[in-house]
């Protein structure tokens, strides 16, 4: 797993849902708000698992990988009910989508060093 990457893609969806709510384009809130559905939420659910469920680093990582999903898949749903302007305002700084997308960066950097990835 490219953690590198994992980090890239997640903060990257700051921008798509950026984007949703100019484009007022609907999107698949259930998928985005679930954690085993990303490449890396697959990985932290599958293989992951089985080799580093027993780091610390390991369970920080999942608990902040979910929160980040529920927090991306609240704005989902609110720019899927037509509540742009509470979307735009729910991914301002200091926002629970912001705290989480800044956590799960954190946390992925966190499993790379323990886990020497």
């Known amino acids: 797993m490219d953690l590198d990457n994992a980090i890239k893609v997640h903060g990257e969806w700051k921008l798509k849902l950026r984007t949703a709510i100019s484009a007022k384009e609907q999107l698949d809130a259930p998928s985005i708000a679930a954690d085993n559905v990303c490449p890396f939420g697959k990985w932290l659910h599958g293989p992951a698992r089985n080799q580093y469920g027993h780091l610390k680093s390991y ?59």
Do not use: W
């Open 59 to 117: 369970a920080t990582c999942l608990e902040r990988h979910k929160l980040f999903h529920l927090e991306a898949g609240k704005v989902a749903t609110a720019i899927n009910a037509g509540k742009y302007q509470e979307a735009t305002a729910m991914l301002d700084g200091g926002t629970p989508y912001a705290s989480a997308s800044s956590a799960v960066g954190g946390a992925i950097l966190g499993l790379r060093k323990e886990a020497n990835l």
